[in-house]
């Protein structure tokens, strides 16, 4: 079965950092890259960053670029974003997709609150 | 700079055609995507390269491209269309970035 499966719901105080995992299954990860979008609660789509999931190469959003680090254990076959220095303002739900957006995960909810 | 520009909201009737535009300097060059998302949902891929339509998703959504303005055309919009609509598209250097979004309402 072809799908994207994300890890679950985190909870993290202001300062802290999230690790969110990404798991793919049904296709040859390390022939395809992955981007990652968030968007906040009643919010639009904001577009994070990408990996090359052959060489590891990255892309980051530059309004998270310092805080953001997306990597990837293609053993595993599964990618992973992390995310420092939170404030509420990154509170959202973190997606996983195919590189042609055509495979997204389910959706991870991290919230971000004191 | 990169920034695409879509209207807030769109709302026609049941059967009417609507049209969702997509404004940005950098789409003179680059394609857009077009993503569909309703409400508690991922976003879903309803056109790619400006105008074509991905496998499963009906012929009354189409797209087509003008200068620096792209347009989603849902002809004979149903009242399941009602959702959001995303343009995105992505730099030279990879870069993504989406619109603002536009809600359909159709009734």
């Known amino acids: 079965q072809v799908q994207l499966l994300q890890s679950g719901a985190e909870v993290k105080k202001p300062g802290a950092s999230v690790k969110v995992s990404c798991k793919a299954s049904g296709y040859i990860f390390a022939d395809n890259a992955n981007h990652w979008v968030r968007q906040a609660p009643g919010q639009g789509l904001e577009w994070v960053g990408w990996i090359n999931n052959a060489d590891g190469d990255t892309r980051y959003s530059p309004k998270l670029q310092g805080r953001l680090t997306i990597t990837r254990d293609t053993s595993a076959t599964t990618g992973y974003l992390e995310l420092s220095g939170l404030t509420p303002e990154d509170t959202a739900t973190y997606y996983c997709?195919?590189?042609?957006?055509?495979?997204w995960g389910q959706g991870t909810l991290v919230r971000v609150s004191s | 700079s990169y920034e695409l520009t879509q209207p807030s909201s769109v709302s026609v009737s049941p059967g009417q055609t609507a049209r969702i535009t997509c404004s940005g300097d950098v789409l003179a060059k680059k394609y857009v995507r077009w993503f569909q998302q309703k409400s508690g949902q991922a976003p879903v891929v309803v056109i790619y390269k400006d105008s074509e339509r991905p496998s499963g998703i009906p012929e009354r959504f189409s797209g087509s491209s003008s200068g620096t303005t792209v347009t989603l055309t849902i002809s004979g919009a149903r009242a399941e269309d009602e959702a959001d609509y995303y343009c995105y598209s992505a730099a030279d250097n990879t870069l993504g970035f989406f619109g603002g979004g536009t809600r359909l309402t159709v009734l």
């Open positions: 997709a195919t590189n042609a957006f055509d495979l």
